[in-house]
């Protein structure tokens, strides 16, 4: 965000001050550059039935443009460095994952105000006893026999590192965390930190 001049036009409306005290956004973040909170583990942060969207280098158009092409998928396990979703194995980014190419995850998850942007290796298993280990409604809402459905992998996403942002759950937790931040209670303002991962 822009850092905003000072002067007597300055606007004093609570989401301008909160951003000019602390060069926070909206939802009142503190200033990343000069104070971190502490790291989260992934399980602090996702769990089974979230929504990710998972991107990965593709050919966009005819003419070869390459960029990042994203999807969103949904979270079945997630321990330490480690997410684990249901896919259909013989997707274009299935089969990229089995080749061990890179990801970059975002996370937004206004139920829960927690947002994070992670970069991760990836990797595919159709080991049987896993996939039955993870199987769950989520994922026969995607595979139109079940369980008995073909092409049925488990991605895993091995986080590297990445950045979350949160604040406290539903809006008049939003709203009393950007009064706080506003009024420069700084440390109430919400939470932004690295996210432990394997580097």
């Known amino acids: 965000m822009r850092e905003e001049g000072s002067g ?8 301008r001050q909160c951003a000019q005290q602390f060069h926070c956004g909206a939802n009142g973040y503190r200033n990343a550059m000069n104070e971190l909170d502490s790291p989260k583990t992934i399980d602090e942060l996702l ?12 050919v966009l158009d005819s003419h070869g443009e390459v960029g990042i092409s994203s999807r969103p998928l949904t979270v079945a396990d997630a321990s330490g460095d480690l997410v684990r979703i249901i896919v259909d194995s013989s997707a274009e980014f299935a089969r990229q994952a089995m080749r061990g190419e890179r990801a970059h995850v975002t ?4 139920r829960k105000n927690v947002w994070a942007s992670l970069d991760a290796t990836m990797a595919m298993s159709t080991d049987t006893d896993e996939i039955d280990e993870l199987w769950s409604p989520f994922a026969s809402a995607y595979f139109p026999d079940g369980r008995e459905s073909q092409n049925i992998g488990v991605l895993h996403l091995r986080v590297l590192r990445g950045m979350y942002w949160s604040t406290p759950a539903g809006r008049i937790g939003s709203a009393i965390s950007l009064l706080k931040a506003a009024l420069g209670k700084e440390n109430d303002s919400g939470e932004h930190g690295a996210v432990v991962g394997q580097e």
């Open 8 to 15: 007597a036009g300055l606007d004093r409306s609570p989401v």
């Open 107 to 110: 996370l937004s998850d206004n």
């Open 47 to 58: 769990e089974p039935g979230m929504t990710l969207m998972v991107g990965t280098q593709s």
